[in-house]
Nanobody
Framework: QVQLVESGGGLVQAGGSLRLSCAAS????????MGWYRQAPGKQRELVAS???????NYAEFVKGRFTISRDNAKRTVYLQMNSLKPEDTALFYC????????????????WGQGTQVTVSS
C-alpha cells in the first residue's frame, strides 16, 4: 500500500509564506516525478510545480519567482515553499507522485495525496 500524506496548509495573510510537505510511504521501489497541483473552487486542477529525481524543476508561470519546490529522496518527501502569497493562490493543494511499487514489475503509477487547504486573506 502506497500513501502520500500532505501537511503544512493553513490560513495566511497576503504577502505571507507557507511551506507544504508531502511524504510518501509504503511498499515503494522508486519514486520518479513528484509535484504539487492546486484546485480552486469552480476551477480545474492545475499543475503548480514538479521536480524530477535528479532535481530538475518545472513551474507554472503564475508561481515563478514566488514558489520553490524541492525534495529529499532519502525521506521520500517533496516540499513546496510558498512566498509572497496572494488571495488568488487560495486553493486545495494536492501532492502527486509517480511511484513504482515493490512487486509491480517496474510499472509506475500516479498517486495523489488527500489535499491540504491553503487560504490567503487580503
Amino acid at each position: 500500500q502506497v500513501q502520500l500524506v500532505e501537511s503544512g496548509g493553513g490560513l495566511v495573510q497576503a504577502g505571507g509564506s507557507l511551506r507544504l510537505s508531502c511524504a510518501a510511504s509504503g511498499s515503494i521501489f522508486s519514486i520518479n516525478t513528484m509535484g504539487w497541483y492546486r484546485q480552486a473552487p469552480g476551477k480545474q486542477r492545475e499543475l503548480v510545480a514538479s521536480i524530477e529525481t535528479g532535481g530538475s524543476t518545472n513551474y507554472a508561470e503564475f508561481v515563478k519567482g514566488r514558489f520553490t519546490i524541492s525534495r529529499d529522496n532519502a525521506k521520500r518527501t517533496v516540499y513546496l515553499q510558498m512566498n509572497s502569497l496572494k488571495p488568488e493562490d487560495t486553493a486545495l493543494f494536492y501532492c502527486n507522485a509517480e511511484i513504482i511499487p515493490i512487486g509491480s514489475a517496474y510499472h509506475g503509477y500516479a498517486y495523489w495525496g488527500q489535499g491540504t487547504q491553503v487560504t490567503v486573506s487580503s
